[in-house]
């Protein structure tokens, strides 16, 4: 993990926004799935976002790749980092918060830092990552509820694919580092939708029929909001940030995320969480700042300066 870097107030200011469009993607999801199926959900997020790259992409004349093994490379990137995980996050939010659903799908950094501890040489597990994975498992405990834990049923499952979602996060992100590395990102997330949406598409069309097709103008405006913003421009967006601030201060935006959809919502839909969910994304949050390490790192210039 690349060690976070100083960041200026351009960097900040797009981080923060950054944060603020994903975690308004889990109440457009939501406030979408209350008209259509999952699988139109995911299919429209999915075709519009890939619809809308592509024009940028042509406008721009970016060169693309035409080699089999980096097309194969994006068909399994559009697999684990959209196809399969989209499609879990939405089916649990039919049963989960979308507070919650965004504080366990921060869990993403966690299962990341265990698979390339696993995979990669030079990514060891230190002891502050694994006290921060230890932490951040707690977290995922605290905010799921003890009572929860012994009693499995269909909110179970659906906390348990949101889980399942955010570890095929963190192995599209070994995927990518393994694959695509050098790859232009807006290229990368171009091809990754698209492959995605050749497999999405046709397939909800075949299980909802018109039942995908929007209607209302709620769940229409909350398409084109987690398609083409939280999507398409986020992925952009992302990319410029990871450029300016690095990939260790990008993972802030795990801890932004979650705040800006509780406050969502609990004031458009009324969701209220448990205490136990706010001690887990505490608990959650600190894990995170473990692996993070640049608190530790701050400490010792503190006392000495003071010295």
Same mark, same amino acid.
């Given at each position: 993990?690349?060690?976070?870097?100083?960041?200026?107030?351009?960097?900040?200011?797009?981080?923060?926004?950054?944060?603020?469009?994903?975690?308004?993607?889990?109440?457009?999801i939501?406030?979408?799935?209350?008209? *259509?199926?999952?699988?139109?959900v995911?299919?429209?997020?999915?075709?519009?976002?890939?619809?809308?790259?592509?024009?940028?992409?042509?406008?721009?004349?970016?060169? +693309?790749?035409?080699?089999?093994?980096?097309?194969?490379?994006?068909? @399994?990137?559009?697999?684990?980092?959209?196809?399969?995980? %989209?499609?879990?996050?939405?089916? @649990?939010?039919?049963?989960?918060?979308?507070?919650?659903?965004?504080?366990?799908?921060?869990?993403? #950094?966690? %299962? @990341?830092? +265990?698979?390339?501890?696993?995979? %990669?040489?030079?990514?060891?597990?230190?002891?502050?990552?694994?006290?921060?994975?230890?932490?951040? %498992?707690?977290? =995922?405990?605290?905010?799921?509820?003890?009572?929860?834990?012994?009693?499995?049923?269909?909110?179970?499952? #659906?906390?348990?694919?949101?889980l399942?979602?955010?570890?095929?996060?963190?192995?599209?992100?070994?995927?990518?580092?393994?694959?695509?590395? !050098?790859?232009?990102?807006?290229?990368?997330?171009? !091809?990754?939708?698209t492959?995605?949406?050749? *497999?999405?598409?046709?397939?909800a069309? &075949?299980?909802?029929?018109?039942?995908?097709?929007?209607?209302?103008?709620?769940?229409?405006?909350? *398409?084109?909001?987690? #398609?083409?913003?939280?999507?398409?421009?986020?992925?952009?967006?992302y990319?410029?940030? +990871?450029?300016?601030?690095? /990939?260790?201060? =990008?993972?802030?935006?795990?801890?932004?995320?979650?705040? $800006?959809?509780? $406050?969502?919502?609990?004031?458009?839909?009324?969701? $209220?969480?448990?205490?136990?969910? &706010?001690f887990? &994304?505490?608990?959650?949050?600190?894990?995170?700042?473990?692996?993070?390490?640049?608190?530790?790192?701050? !400490?010792?210039?503190?006392?000495?300066? /003071?010295?």
């Amino acid at each position: 993990m690349t060690a976070p870097a100083q960041m200026s107030l351009r960097a900040w200011s797009e981080l923060i926004a950054l944060s603020i469009i994903w975690g308004g993607s889990f109440l457009a999801i939501r406030t979408a799935l209350d008209e *259509i199926p999952v699988m139109s959900v995911v299919a429209h997020r999915v075709g519009w976002a890939a619809f809308a790259l592509w024009i940028v992409i042509l406008v721009r004349g970016v060169a +693309l790749p035409k080699d089999r093994a980096t097309i194969f490379a994006l068909l @399994g990137m559009g697999v684990l980092n959209n196809a399969i995980p %989209f499609s879990l996050l939405a089916w @649990g939010q039919l049963e989960v918060e979308t507070g919650l659903t965004s504080i366990l799908n921060g869990t993403t #950094a966690i %299962f @990341g830092v +265990l698979l390339a501890a696993a995979i %990669f040489a030079d990514e060891r597990l230190t002891w502050n990552r694994g006290l921060g994975v230890c932490l951040g %498992f707690v977290g =995922v405990a605290l905010a799921i509820g003890p009572a929860q834990l012994l009693n499995f049923d269909l909110r179970s499952a #659906a906390q348990g694919a949101i889980l399942l979602a955010a570890l095929s996060y963190a192995v599209a992100g070994m995927w990518a580092k393994k694959h695509l590395a !050098g790859l232009d990102p807006m290229v990368a997330a171009a !091809g990754m939708l698209t492959s995605s949406a050749l *497999i999405l598409v046709p397939l909800a069309a &075949f299980m909802d029929g018109a039942t995908g097709v929007p209607r209302e103008p709620a769940t229409i405006a909350a *398409i084109l909001y987690y #398609a083409l913003i939280s999507t398409a421009f986020a992925y952009l967006l992302y990319y410029r940030v +990871l450029a300016m601030a690095g /990939s260790g201060n =990008v993972l802030l935006c795990t801890l932004l995320i979650p705040p $800006v959809a509780i $406050v969502l919502g609990a004031l458009v839909r009324g969701e $209220v969480l448990t205490p136990g969910t &706010f001690f887990g &994304f505490a608990a959650l949050a600190s894990g995170l700042m473990l692996i993070d390490g640049r608190v530790l790192r701050r !400490g010792p210039r503190r006392r000495n300066s /003071s010295a």
